[in-house]
C-alpha cells in the first residue's frame, strides 16, 4: 500500500461498525491497520482478519474526512477480494 493511515481517528465518530462497537479494531484506521499486515503477510490468522474486514459496510462515509484522502473502502474491498 502507498499511503499508510495517520492514525488521526478522525473518521471514527462516522463509522457505523466504529460506533456500534466502540472498538478500534472496527474503525476505519483499525481495517487499514489490518489491511496493512496482510499486504506485510504480518499476521496470524488470515481468517480472523477477513472475518474483521468483512464487518465494514463500505459506505463510504470517512473518506471524506481522511486529511489525506486515502481511498479507504477501495483499500478494504481490494484486501478482501485477496482472499
Known amino acids: 500500500m502507498d499511503n499508510i493511515c495517520i492514525k488521526c ?9 466504529f460506533l456500534e462497537s466502540y472498538d ?5 484506521r483499525g481495517y487499514l491497520h489490518l489491511c496493512e ?9 488470515r481468517e480472523e482478519i477477513f472475518q ?5 459496510t463500505q459506505c463510504g462515509d470517512c473518506e471524506p474526512l481522511c486529511p489525506i484522502d486515502l481511498p479507504i473502502v477501495k483499500i478494504i474491498a481490494k484486501t478482501l477480494s485477496c482472499g
Do not use: D
Open 24 to 28: 478500534e479494531v472496527y474503525s476505519p
Open 52 to 56: 474483521v474486514l468483512s464487518t465494514c
Open 9 to 17: 481517528a478522525k473518521c471514527n465518530p462516522v463509522c457505523p461498525t
Open 37 to 45: 499486515l496482510m499486504g506485510q503477510q504480518a499476521f496470524q490468522s
